[in-house]
């Protein structure tokens, strides 16, 4: 058993952590003969586990003895687990997400089952059996103290805002105390990029009812997290931007949502926007339930128009409430509240136990998104590499991956075609950009490869993914950004005002290989005005080579000490990313080129000096280097470069490992 402990006949009270370790067993109290038991029980109860029947699923089996509730993971890697359990005293929600990876169906053990160890095992199957009789056969009742809801809606259309007017009108917080904004991004990226990366709960008491509250991520890439926590609720509050509408993940999110019977509140945020258009918004959100095939009974959802950042709600946007109280009281009366046994024995989340396959009761599964992009993780292999980390070394490289797929459900990992690279798969190359920063933080050292899609083959033909993308835009650049999204083999789905003078929205349906890479390039393309919202459509036909980028990089000649005298003659080249009296390698990217193809320059040329005065100082003046962030980099990088991520540094050369196209001196 891990993670709990269980009491049986002839076993003593035993750590599971210690199964495997008879020294240490003898610590908590057993005896050696009481061992030899422990190992032939576990053999025995091994020996039954369930076995996977489809691949890609993972299942759940709970064991209640004594009032324990468990679960575990089945064999084979599976991916996704849930343990939902409520009812507790205090009429907190229990419902909780995990996941674990690997094979923890072998256990260790010693000798053959004894007898008395196969009488311990028949004992405790009739104890689960009567505790699942006690609790199939338990009064059930309804909380009507309780509800549990779950925010959910496109990314900036003002979650967390409206959580934080909700905490404090809910008299969360003392009146003299100071809070910061956005109090549920309690993450350090979290807060730095100005979104949410994690769910996260809380709870507010408003009149004798208690509302558990989670918010979720709005980004495309973090879907996992909302799919994960979406069946902990009851109900969800669909949060809808009282001018744009709903948006790509507003229908990803509510599709999910329907699909699990949820009632649902439409709030429409942000109406004291000077352009809001409620009308519009509440119609765009009825059709969008048609389109989803939601049940008349969702469909005719109640509308609430609210401000997060004044604290106001009303049920008619010209007639708003000083306060949220109208959206309290449209949570308690249009939410339904959660039905439990009153009976039942005690549940709680166990780490991991043992748990047979006859007596088990296996909890339904959680379908999570596929992963669409991957990349590859390895060694440093730069010559400075082990300057600047604290953990290098593959081990150390693959003890941190296979460590967050414990939490982190969209994500998968695998073991590369060497010892020291890794293969890590997630939704989006933002949802692996921030696993990348939290291990640069963390003190490890690694470079990564260019971003790639994952294909498949059915049938004898090649199948990409396929997003949908809306590009808001001034109208004077949408010339710009259909040429644009054309190159990259995307086709056009409609065009049409965005309700905002002079903004127009344009929907493409394009290959994922095509949006690598796009977002800075049409920024710059913009001047900065074009917005990018995509969500995963599908799979579709390929659709050929595309052209990711015309200009090729700058490559530093020579290993050492970057001067202003060797900059100034590169500038005339392209773009620098560098500045003078920075330490170079040979084969580092330092800038980019203005032509096609690489150029090898000499970055750490110095001034020859001689003996001859001369009559005045020459000046030398060089431009601003571009400031790429790690998102820019791994965004920039192609097949035969990598992205260097140290604690102190993230750079981007040449793969070594790579032949290279012959580059210009």
Request: charged share 25%.
């Amino acid at each position: 058993m891990l993670g709990g402990t269980v009491q049986m006949e002839s076993c003593c009270r035993l750590n599971a952590h210690s199964a495997v370790a008879p020294q240490r067993l003898s610590r908590t109290g057993c005896t050696p003969n009481k061992v030899t038991s422990c190992y032939a029980l576990q053999d025995r109860v091994t020996s039954s586990r369930i076995q996977s029947e489809q691949p890609q699923q993972r299942c759940c089996q709970r064991l209640e003895a004594g009032g324990l509730q468990r679960w575990c993971d089945l064999k084979h890697g599976h991916r996704r687990s849930r343990l939902h359990s409520r009812g507790l005293s205090d009429g907190l929600f229990r419902k909780g997400c995990e996941r674990r990876r690997g094979d923890r169906s072998k256990v260790v053990g010693v000798g053959t089952p004894s007898p008395k160890a196969i009488a311990t095992v028949d004992k405790a199957a009739e104890t689960v059996t009567d505790s699942q009789d006690k609790q199939t056969s338990g009064t059930s009742t309804t909380r009507d103290d309780i509800r549990n809801i779950a925010i959910i809606a496109h990314v900036d259309h003002g979650k967390t805002t409206l959580v934080d007017a909700m905490l404090r009108q809910a008299k969360v917080f003392r009146e003299n105390q100071v809070v910061q904004e956005r109090i549920m991004d309690s993450n350090a990226l979290e807060r730095e990029r100005g979104i949410t990366i994690l769910s996260k709960n809380t709870a507010i008491r408003f009149k004798n009812v208690k509302i558990n509250i989670i918010d979720t991520p709005g980004h495309s890439d973090f879907g996992g997290e909302v799919e994960r926590v979406l069946n902990m609720v009851d109900g969800v509050l669909l949060l809808v931007d009282s001018v744009e509408g709903p948006m790509p993940q507003t229908r990803f999110v509510l599709k999910k949502a329907v699909e699990l019977g949820h009632k649902v509140v439409v709030v429409v945020n942000k109406i004291d926007r000077p352009s809001a258009r409620p009308g519009f918004v509440v119609d765009s959100t009825f059709e969008l339930f048609c389109e989803l095939n939601a049940s008349d009974e969702q469909c005719d959802f109640p509308v609430v128009y609210a401000s997060g950042v004044q604290g106001v709600a009303g049920l008619d946007p010209g007639q708003l409430a000083p306060d949220l109280e109208p959206l309290f009281d449209t949570i308690i009366s249009r939410i339904s509240p959660p039905i439990v046994l009153k009976d039942a024995p005690l549940q709680m989340l166990i780490g991991e136990t043992l748990a047979c396959k006859v007596h088990g009761v296996a909890l339904p599964t959680i379908k999570v998104e596929e992963p669409t992009v991957r990349m590859s993780f390895m060694v440093n292999i730069s010559p400075f590499a082990g300057k600047e980390g604290k953990y290098v070394t593959s081990r150390n490289l693959r003890e941190r991956l296979y460590k967050e797929l414990e939490k982190n459900l969209a994500m998968k990992v695998e073991d590369g075609e060497t010892s020291d690279t890794f293969i890590v798969s997630g939704r989006g190359t933002l949802h692996i950009a921030i696993l990348i920063e939290n291990m640069r933080r963390e003190g490890y050292e690694f470079m990564v490869g260019a971003p790639r899609v994952i294909n498949k083959e059915v049938n004898g033909r090649k199948l990409e993914p396929l997003e949908e993308a809306i590009v808001e835009v001034p109208e004077e650049y949408v010339g710009t950004v259909v040429d644009l999204l054309g190159k990259r083999r995307g086709q056009m789905m409609d065009m049409s005002s965005s309700g905002l003078e002079g903004t127009t929205i344009v929907k493409y349906l394009m290959p994922t290989r095509g949006l690598l890479g796009l977002r800075n390039t049409m920024l710059t393309a913009t001047r900065g005005t074009a917005v990018l919202n995509t969500i995963f459509h599908g799979y579709g036909e390929w659709a050929g080579d595309i052209s990711m980028r015309e200009q090729g990089s700058l490559v530093a000649f020579e290993n050492g000490q970057t001067t202003a005298y060797a900059l100034f003659s590169c500038q005339e080249r392209g773009q620098m990313f560098i500045t003078p009296g920075v330490e170079v390698y040979k084969g580092q990217i330092i800038g980019v080129h203005q032509r096609p193809g690489d150029l090898a320059l000499n970055a750490c040329k110095k001034k020859a000096a001689t003996n001859i005065r001369s009559n005045k100082e020459q000046t030398v003046i060089l431009n601003t280097p571009l400031d790429y962030s790690l998102d820019d980099c791994i965004e920039y990088i192609q097949e035969d470069e990598l992205v260097e991520v140290t604690p102190l540094s993230v750079r981007m050369c040449k793969n070594p490992k790579m032949p290279q196209s012959k580059t210009k001196r």
